[in-house]
DNA sequence: ACTACATTTGACAAATTCTGACTTGTCAAC
DNA sequence: GTTGACAAGTCAGAATTTGTCAAATGTAGT
């Protein structure tokens, strides 16, 4: 699994929807939408959750990967660091 | 441990030196040194990297709690997808 | 090739966020 | 009450993000 907008994708093209539904159902722009999908843009925290209902999808597992894509951005070149500063974060959270 | 400057804050007291010393070595102001010891803003990476130098202090433990202070941010409320999240990319970054 | 429709792309303005500097306030020591 | 260290608020310019529009490209079907 790549990034959301595959996921997206695959999940819209299983149902053989178009950018333009979905992107209608959102009130956005297609291109808009198609930039998500092909991962150019990032969608809101909303967007996503508006998107899982739509096509069906389970929310949890799509804000998953919005969140994966995120933290990517974040850890730009850090890549090796990444897993300690998120323990050191856990850590922080369990208190 | 919390942030990263606290962190500072802890390796500056330790060593007797002033806002203003490491401030200036930074060639910022010192309001600005203040509000990074105390998380009102984030230092650039750059920053990071020359505060590690002039207070001795290793230079990939202050870029991991960099790090985290930028993935909290990142994570937001969302703290119980951040674990599969992170994990998703390590398994991306593996290929 | 022509048409019709779906998708992609680049340029753009508006909105938002970030950054660092400057100013003022607080507090303790002297 | 003056000085020195630091905190806190405000601000403008820079940088980034957001969504739209128009034009370009792709893709079938005829």
Do not use: C, P, Y
């Not at 149902?15 to 209608?24: D, P």
């Not at 799509?62 to 994966?68: E, G, H, I, K, R």
């Amino acid at each position: 699994m790549k990034h959301l907008g595959q996921k997206i994708r695959a999940l819209r093209e299983k149902q053989n929807m178009l950018l333009r539904q979905v992107a209608a159902h959102l009130e956005v722009d297609t291109a808009l939408m198609s930039k998500i999908e092909r991962g150019d843009r990032n969608a809101s925290r909303q967007q996503v959750i508006e998107i899982a209902k739509f096509l069906k999808a389970n929310e949890d597992e799509l804000l998953t990967l919005w969140l994966a894509d995120k933290l990517e951005n974040v850890v730009g070149e850090e890549k090796d660091l990444a897993s300690d500063a998120l323990n050191i974060l856990k850590k922080k959270w369990k208190k």
